[in-house]
């Protein structure tokens, strides 16, 4: 079974920077596509990134430009970095696997953007 463990969340100043990381481990052979998302109290899960097995990325219209999704599949972790930090970006962020048909949620980080 597949577990995914997110760190590197905190609270940050507006203008700040945070990179997320997503580690697996568990039984897992191959090359998945991951993604970020992240949930802000009372609002619906959204999508932050994804990225595929090859690499290629697509992201949330609200994060264009400031984040950037990468990954490492040596150490079979993906990573966030994310800048230009604004007080809307505070949510509990959240990375998944998918593989064919089974997704799989980490337990998320806090991310709190304030002055």
């Known amino acids: 079974q597949v577990q995914l463990v997110e760190s590197g969340g905190g609270l940050v100043q507006p203008g700040g920077s945070l990179r997320l990381s997503c580690a697996t481990s568990?039984?897992?052979?191959?090359?998945?596509?991951m993604g970020w998302y992240r949930q802000a109290p009372g609002k619906q899960r959204e999508l932050v990134a994804t990225?595929?097995?090859?690499?290629?990325?697509n992201y949330g219209d609200s994060v264009k430009g400031r984040f950037t999704i990468s990954r490492d599949n040596a150490k079979n972790t993906v990573y966030l970095r994310m800048n230009s930090l604004k007080p809307e970006d505070t949510a509990v962020y959240f990375c998944?696997?998918?593989?064919?048909?089974?997704?799989?949620w980490g337990q998320g980080t806090q991310v709190t953007v304030s002055s």
């Open positions: 998944n696997l998918l593989q064919g048909v089974a997704l799989t």
């Open positions: 568990g039984s897992i052979t191959g090359i998945y596509p």
């Open positions: 990225i595929t097995s090859g690499g290629s990325t």
